[in-house]
């Protein structure tokens, strides 16, 4: 891991233990999502039942004490129409009994009568007006009689039918409760059984719909983590226009990235040691080649001599390039070491590296001026150049001779703005193409032309960037492929200023 990603771990954790950390197994059906939205459901189902019971045994309530006044006034109408013969105290105890009251008056023409009375409390506790009892009131009453009664006295009355007659009843609320009692036991099964019809019917929807695909993503997962280099493991969703058959498809083809980057990084690490081992070697040879080309300087022969520095040059370069080889792999280039050089020798620097072939018909145009300097590692910013400047020939080899008398060309160009250096290296060849635009400067992918590697452009903009400066492509109205360079001078200290004025 990183020292970045280090850091921005939180305290007391440690990131590398907790890749090692076993994958956890899925939970059971019953455990997991599907399961507690089970149980949610049965007791959401459950809260809404009881926020109907409350109204419902009002409404219970209320019609028990109403065919209580509906059977009293009945009898109360016969007992009544007797007068003005007094019934029997056998006739109303039968009375009282079938109504199930303790006393039972008639109210008519402004006067209340006594019909029938047997164990006369001596206070009532409660008493209840059923013409005039609102909705809140039914309901408190129902709720207070239904938790705290079963031995309180009652008086209930309310009007007989259309007539003016009111029938009252004093009575016991004990038959009232447990009457209500069965009610709420009833109430109660059904709600539960509704629930846990309801809930099971969620249950066998949700878990088809949502549940069993989201067990597959996450086994799907589970089992491309175990082997992710496997293509068999890839996930394989459903075709179904669902949003979670979707996230399978994004899953699919983001297992698929995973392994074609697996895939890479695997080849790079396997490149890495090819190259360590070339290196090696080619380090021995090269400083065999460097050996024998020391003696050169000492031969006599002219054109041995004008060509023996450059020879020495080059392998020098060679040399550093091996050291240098594996900093890219390590993704760390050595730090540039700047100083003011001419521009027009590390022209020439490239231009004899090249050794372009006058048979070719590729010309090799300069457009700087002889005092131009810039401020950067010789070494690196040869890299720089020689790298686009090969590229650019390669592209008018392979695309040969143009329909038209124009010649090819590539031309180098630099130019000091202030205290940034511009360098342009432009071509007249068939351009770059669009996949190779889209992934410019990326290694493995930014290749302009067949069998490349892209790796030139990526470790040309890591030099530049080391600059503190740009690499671009620059859009041009004719073909052919334009790059700028912009190096920026250092920041000059006061105190060396100062000695310099």
Request: neutral net charge; hydrophobic residues 45%.
């Amino acid at each position: 891991m990183t020292k970045q990603a280090e850091a921005s771990a939180p305290l007391g954790s440690r990131p590398e233990d907790e890749a090692d950390l076993p994958l956890q197994p899925m939970p059971r059906r019953f455990r997991g999502l599907s399961g507690r939205l089970l149980w949610l459901t049965v007791i959401f189902v459950m809260f809404a039942e009881v926020l109907i019971f409350v109204p419902s045994i009002s409404i219970m309530r209320s019609t028990w004490l109403r065919d209580r006044l509906d059977t009293a006034a009945a009898a109360g109408i016969v007992i009544d129409g007797l007068q003005p013969a007094e019934l029997p105290r056998e006739v109303q105890e039968d009375t009282l009994l079938a109504t199930g009251t303790k006393v039972l008056a008639l109210r008519k023409d402004g006067t209340s009568r006594l019909l029938a009375a047997i164990d006369v409390p001596p206070q009532v506790d409660e008493q209840y007006d059923l013409a005039h009892e609102s909705m809140l009131e039914a309901m408190h009453n129902a709720l207070d009689t239904l938790l705290f009664g079963g031995d309180k006295v009652m008086r209930v009355y309310g009007p007989i039918g259309e007539t003016n007659m009111i029938i009252e009843l004093v009575m016991t609320d004990m038959a009232l409760r447990k009457a209500m009692l069965s009610f709420s036991r009833l109430m109660f099964g059904i709600s539960l059984l509704i629930s846990l019809v309801t809930a099971l019917l969620i249950y066998l929807a949700i878990n088809r719909m949502m549940i069993g695909p989201i067990r597959r993503l996450a086994h799907g997962m589970q089992v491309f983590s175990e082997r992710p280099e496997d293509p068999e493991r890839i996930f394989r969703p459903a075709r179904a226009k669902g949003e979670l058959d979707v996230a399978g498809r994004h899953l699919a083809a983001m297992q698929r990235q995973l392994q074609r980057t697996l895939r890479q990084q695997k080849n790079l690490a396997d490149l890495g040691l090819a190259v360590s081992k070339i290196n090696h070697d080619m380090r021995n040879i090269l400083a065999s080649a460097q050996l024998m080309s020391d003696r050169l300087v000492d031969v006599e022969d002219p054109m041995v001599r004008s060509f023996a520095p450059k020879l020495l040059r080059t392998i020098d370069r060679a040399v550093g390039y091996t050291s240098e080889v594996l900093a890219y792999g390590q993704a760390s280039e050595a730090a540039p070491k700047r100083r003011l050089l001419r521009m027009t020798d590390l022209c020439q620097d490239v231009r004899d590296i090249l050794a372009i072939d006058p048979e070719a018909g590729i010309e090799f145009v300069e457009q700087i001026a002889p005092d131009l300097e810039v401020d950067a590692d010789s070494e690196q910013l040869f890299r720089v150049i020689h790298n686009l400047c090969r590229n650019a020939m390669q592209a008018l080899v392979q695309a040969g001779k143009t329909g038209d008398d124009q010649p090819r060309r590539i031309l180098l160009s630099a130019q000091r703005i202030g205290s940034v250096v511009s360098i342009t290296i432009d071509d007249n060849g068939p351009g770059m193409p669009q996949k190779a635009r889209e992934n410019l400067f990326t290694a493995f992918r930014g290749s302009a032309r067949s069998g490349g590697t892209g790796l030139g452009l990526a470790i040309a903009r890591e030099l530049v960037l080391a600059h503190g400066g740009t690499i671009a492509l620059v859009e041009k109205p004719g073909p052919g492929t334009q790059f700028r360079i912009e190096i920026p001078d250092r920041p000059v200290a006061i105190e060396e200023y100062r000695v310099r004025a």
